[in-house]
């Protein structure tokens, strides 16, 4: 019995939308051990059983994610923009050093051979002929955390999974120590800023 409430365990805590929905009560226990049961090996009637006692209250984890979002602050930026070039990294850099000293928030990643920045769409427009891809007009959501989120697991995931769920893409994803920085398409920024204010509070 120990190894099938292990196997239970395992299988729901992978399943953050499952778990969420046996806390509230909308799951149909039966239909969910015979998924474990197909899945697992395991009996059918142990899993079930497993399903009936296991305790889905709040753990530690689940706890400190919450208090850590609860302390977190969401901040908007309108008018971004992305731009990706794979050539003249070296100007991408000069007009991010521009927009440093015009006290202007500029983003710039590298990977391999490909650059990515996310600035205001004014920036973006210097480095247009370098590009080639540019989102333009994006929202920029800024999540600023407690410094704790840097040794909790599952902070981000937490945020992720609602954006999933709400058929959100995320154009650009970063985090620079505390501040975790999605990038949404215009279109999505009331539902995102919904959501997350949600998260919030």
């Not at 983003?107 to 990515?116: A, E, I, M, R």
């Amino acid at each position: 019995m120990r190894g099938v409430k292990e196997v239970v365990r395992r299988y729901i805590d992978r399943k953050w939308h499952i778990k969420k929905c046996l806390q509230e009560g909308l799951i149909n226990k039966s239909a969910l051990a015979r998924e474990i049961s197909k899945e697992s090996g395991a009996s059918f009637q142990a899993v079930l059983m497993s399903l009936r006692r296991i305790n889905l209250g709040k753990n530690e984890l689940d706890k400190n994610i919450e208090r850590i979002l609860k302390s977190s602050r969401l901040s908007v930026r309108t008018g971004m923009g992305i731009a990706i070039g794979n050539r003249n990294l070296n100007e991408a850099l000069r007009v991010m050093m521009e927009a440093y000293e015009q006290g202007e928030e500029f983003h710039l990643l590298k990977q391999s051979n490909v650059w990515v920045a996310v600035a205001p769409m004014s920036y973006i427009e210097k480095l247009r002929e370098y590009c080639f891809k540019v989102h333009e007009n994006v929202v920029e959501l800024v999540i600023r955390s407690p410094p704790e989120i840097e040794e909790t697991p599952g902070v981000l995931s937490e945020i992720l999974n609602y954006f999933r769920s709400e058929g959100i893409n995320i154009l650009e994803f970063m985090s620079c120590w505390s501040d975790t920085i999605l990038v949404v398409d215009k279109k999505y920024m009331n539902r995102a800023v919904s959501i997350i204010e949600e998260l919030l509070s």
